[in-house]
């Protein structure tokens, strides 16, 4: 994931197939413009049962919205 959504920064909405969550990260990026450790607002895959996740990550519940995570 980078540490800066690219559609969120410039005030667009997500992409189609995908969703904006919350994500936590607690260690620091390796680029200098990376946001602190704390929560992230990203676009991430959309995932339901007739639309799986693609290889590397799995379907999971981010506060009631499922989207593809790495294991």
Known sequence: MPPLD????????????????????????????????????????SCAADRPCGTGTACESVGGTRVCLPP
Request: charged share 15%; net charge negative.
């Open 6 to 45: 690219p559609y969120l920064r410039l005030g667009r909405p997500c992409p189609d197939g995908s969703s904006a969550i919350d994500v936590v990260h607690d260690a620091p990026f390796d680029v200098s413009a990376a946001p602190p450790p704390g929560v992230i607002h990203a676009c991430l895959p």
